[in-house]
């Protein structure tokens, strides 16, 4: 493995801590209560409706069931999409340019640390995992592990056909697996304010202060 790539990884990582920890920070509850759905925190001008089309549009269930509009979690939505692009892009790093053993190993590890990532970011799973008895109320979790173990084992299975990797197919698998990727961050936040909704549901937050 190339000396760079040993610390690239770690450096990574230790981005994707640190965010994480200031998901912690944000006032979970009282943004998803007081917060506009309208009103977002990251505005791309001109190309704004364009791409939030695209990001409606990946919000699967919902769209299902006819309601696409984006959760609205505050800093939380940027932070934990851009915590899953860091490890996503890592995986397609050590794919593409690890070897042997040190590929397979690092890969576990990143895929490890992609499924506990809400664990670190949401401090707010303590709150529901006191409210809700039955296990299939609180899911969102599970969708994540899932989703994640699935996509990092994708491109792990794939260095059994290294020899027919070339630049060209990197390129077009990093492209539509990260899209791919962020289809399934997407998918969690979905899963994770119906959870909301429910806790609402039972007055969970009522009397809350912001």
Do not use: C
Not at 3 to 10: A, D, G, K
Not at 119 to 139: A, K, N, V
Request: aromatic share 12%; no cysteine; glycine share 8%.
């Amino acid at each position: 493995m190339d000396i760079s790539l040993s610390f690239l990884i770690p450096l990574i990582m230790l981005i994707v801590v640190n965010l994480a920890e200031s998901a912690r920070e944000v006032d979970v509850i009282g943004i998803f209560l007081e917060a506009d759905r309208d009103v977002y925190l990251f505005h791309l001008f001109w190309l704004d409706k364009p791409v939030r089309l695209i990001g409606d549009y990946t919000y699967v269930l919902d769209k299902v069931l006819g309601d696409n509009d984006q959760p609205t979690f505050g800093r939380l939505n940027l932070i934990h999409w851009l915590n899953v692009t860091l490890v996503g892009a890592s995986l397609l790093l050590i794919v593409f340019t690890a070897t042997g053993v040190v590929k397979y190993l690092l890969g576990f590890i990143i895929v490890v640390f992609w499924m506990a990532l809400p664990l670190l970011e949401i401090e707010e799973y303590d709150h529901m995992m006191r409210t809700f008895t039955d296990p299939l109320e609180l899911r969102s979790l599970s969708v994540h592990v899932v989703s994640a173990g699935v996509l990092g084992a994708i491109p792990l299975l794939l260095t059994t056909f290294e020899e027919g990797m070339g630049l060209e197919f990197q390129i077009g698998f990093s492209a539509v697996y990260m899209m791919l990727v962020i289809g399934q961050v997407n998918l969690f936040l979905e899963e994770l304010e119906d959870e909301f909704v429910r806790l609402k549901q039972r007055g969970v937050f009522d009397g809350y202060e912001t």
